[in-house]
């Protein structure tokens, strides 16, 4: 028995758009060298590269077509493939931006878990077939089409998506073997859940990211909860909020990719990976370090959401409720603040309430945790009147209007701390058990794997020091449950990340999560080096951190910043 609150009769009734976002990527990326990885095995298989530029894949030299799931119109909407070591999905459904449905998860999840366990696959790559899109979304059309009816039956059939989808997503992120998801186009929504918690994460010049679910009266869902919070003082909680969008190099500072690799090396990436005869993260991230675009050290405190504009973030989000950061926003009085507000008052006022509550959990929350809460969110956004309105005001509707959200802005007080609750409190238990793999959702999510972790394992493996990690640096707890000596100048906080980071924390995953520590260790990188991470340490030195020098007193470092 699946347990919903009755729609309310204000639901608009209309067939919806099967996109979340209809949106153009533009590039930035610059013309550079390729690297020269030539071999008579890469040669082999150079030929998978068209997946890059064709829906016509070869089927020789070492690349092997499998199984794939395909539309009840026949399309073959995800492609599967074997490149020696890589096993390949490829999402391919190019006019619909490939925009993630029932039967696609249900394709991806037992073949990810057949790869898991073979011997012969070194690595796993998600990525796409030539278009405009990586995942623009789930597939809001199915969703909701069916779900306009009331019915119990039609409700249940949606909530099951994101039952099917929050497994997909936590498989991914406790994944054993090495994943790699390439956002060569649009990453929104579904999309994001498909890469953000995967260990190796490509951004090239033609990603365009945004989790823009505000905007439609839904909320940033697929592990949403987990990665924002986790981001650089307060962009996740902005990102979440507005969703604004990052292009290209940009998702890579913001440490949503690990990696920004221009789009013209990618084949030549394939190859190399091609020839893996280990799957060992330190490895494999190697490779992908290879192959990495340079990012000019300027751009570092000028990209659109650093400097002084990550300093306003930081400041104006910092609060725990919507009117707090309205307010913050208008006494910045500058044309960005003007902007973002703006911005804002076209989303859902309940979807912003919700959202910043959810985040604000989120940091406290293992990933395990987070997905569940996630799914009592869906359940209750499955009987509110701004999902439904919102993507039929916003993708419809010709022209598109403004939603008519309710409550609206005007009346944003009627949403107390007891209703926005509500979005958090766990269905009802029932007196029947819901047997696996049944087509009636579960009222608590259950998951593929055991696994679960408070703090990304491969974090100081692949990506970029965060803020927060920098700042257990300057106060000298950078190692986990060891207090070592504060560096006194910006240079040795530089140089002690450039000689401890790179390398994974086996120690924060595990099945019991309340015997899981809270943070990452950064030690163990031998030196590795990582692409940008001295220039985004320095970035965030200069904006937080004073070296205070006086007479007959040891230098010290000042943290004035987000901790």
Known sequence: ??????????????????????????????????????????????????????????????????????????????????????????????????????????????????????????????????????????????????????????????????????????????????????MNGITMGGGVGLSVHAPFRIATENTLFAMPETGIGLFPDVGGSFFLPRLDGELGTFLGLTGWRLKGEEVFQAGIATHFIPSARLPSLMSRLAELETDELDVINGILEEFVGDIEPSKWNTWSLGGQIGNAIDRCFKFNTIEEIISALENENTPWAGEVLEELKKMSPTSLKVTLQQLRNGRKLDLASCFRMEYNMAREFLDTPDFYEGVRAKLIDKPPRTPKWQPPWEEMSQLSPSIVQRYFTPAAPSPRSVPKNSRIPSEKLRFLTSLTYHDYPHRTLSGLPSVHDIYRVVIGEGRRGQSLAAPQTKEEVVEWLEQNWGAYDSGVIGSERQMLPQIVTIEGGFGRGKAGLREKVLSVLDRYVEEVSKPGVQKRLEWKGPK
């Not at 008579?40 to 894949?57: E, F, K, N, P, Y």
Request: aromatic share 4%; charged share 20%; hydrophobic share 40%.
């Open 1 to 182: 028995m699946l347990y919903f609150r009755s729609i309310r009769a204000s639901r608009p009734a209309a067939h919806l758009l099967g996109k979340r976002c209809l949106m153009t990527a533009s590039g930035r990326g610059r013309a550079t060298t390729t690297p020269n990885h030539s071999s008579h095995a890469a040669r082999r298989v150079m030929g998978l590269s068209s997946h890059l530029r064709s829906t016509d894949l070869p089927n020789s030299g070492g690349v092997a077509t499998m199984a794939t799931s395909s539309s009840s119109s026949g399309q073959v909407e995800v492609r599967h493939q074997k490149m020696q070591s890589v096993r390949l999905f490829l999402l391919n459904r190019p006019k619909s931006l490939n925009v993630l449905n029932r039967s696609m998860v249900n394709n991806i999840v037992p073949q990810l878990q057949v790869w898991e366990e073979s011997n012969l696959c070194k690595v796993i790559v998600l990525t796409s077939v030539e278009g405009r899109a990586f995942c623009a979304g789930g597939d809001v059309k199915a969703l909701i089409t069916g779900a306009l009816s009331g019915k119990p039956e039609d409700l249940a059939e949606a909530l099951k998506f994101f039952e099917e989808e929050y497994q997909l997503n936590h498989l991914i992120g406790t994944l054993k073997k090495p994943f790699i998801s390439i």
